[in-house]
């Protein structure tokens, strides 16, 4: 009875629960200076501030760089992997397997051509959509019913443009409105964290 009551408070836990604690964020992007504030790296960009907000580093470790923090008992990693974009689904698998972290405590953080603007969704399953990235998660994973935040990048290009698009950098208007967007987007990090994913839909998705 004594030891159960110490571990309902929160001590002599058991690897296993630590485990089910860990939670794998994934920010897609290519690595290398030219790619840096583009479209297709937002994922990069909203765990980046993200990291900034928690005071913590990224260091590079094997297929990317990672960070963790703690919140709320909570042991919170980000990964970038340094795959580039269509390879992204082995560092996924790597770490995920690694740190034994369930399936539904991951979150792939992506861009979204069909999204407007700063546009915040989060799924927990569904096509690729055209994004390698997310085709290559997939694969890997053999599975598209994983949880995934979409952010919109809207799709102002002209016809066989597209990729011209995706890997060209913000346009004044949406660097001013960039910041309180990624403010939210961490938001939302934290809120699948530490309320689950229906709590976050809710409260987010549309914004």
């Known amino acids: 009875m004594l030891k159960l009551l110490l571990q309902w408070l929160g001590f002599g836990k058991s690897d296993e629960n630590d485990d089910m604690k860990k939670y794998l964020i994934v920010g897609l992007g290519n690595i290398g200076t030219e790619y840096a504030n583009t479209r297709h790296n937002i994922g990069f960009d909203i765990l980046d501030h993200l990291a900034a907000q928690q005071e913590v580093s990224f260091d590079s470790k094997k297929l990317g760089d990672l960070t963790n923090f703690k919140i709320k008992g909570r042991s919170v990693f980000l990964l970038k992997p340094a795959t580039y974009m269509n390879l992204s689904g082995k560092a996924v698998l790597y770490w995920l397997t690694k740190e034994k972290i ?96 229906k709590i976050t839909m809710n409260a987010f998705n549309g914004k």
């Not at 953080?109 to 390698?132: A, E, I, M, Q």
């Not at 950098?169 to 409105?177: A, C, G, V, Y």
Request: aromatic letters at 8%; one cysteine or more.
């Open 102 to 197: 369930p399936m539904d405590r991951l979150l792939i953080v992506t861009d979204d051509l069909n999204l407007p603007f700063g546009s915040l969704r989060l799924k927990t399953k569904g096509s690729d959509g055209g994004h390698n990235g997310l085709k290559d998660v997939q694969d890997k994973l053999n599975t598209n019913q994983y949880n995934r935040f979409r952010f919109g990048i809207s799709n102002e290009f002209r016809k066989g443009r597209q990729v011209d698009y995706v890997l060209s950098k913000w346009n004044d208007d949406e660097n001013e409105k960039l910041k309180e967007r990624l403010d939210m987007s961490c938001d939302l990090v934290r809120s699948f964290v530490l309320s689950g994913l």
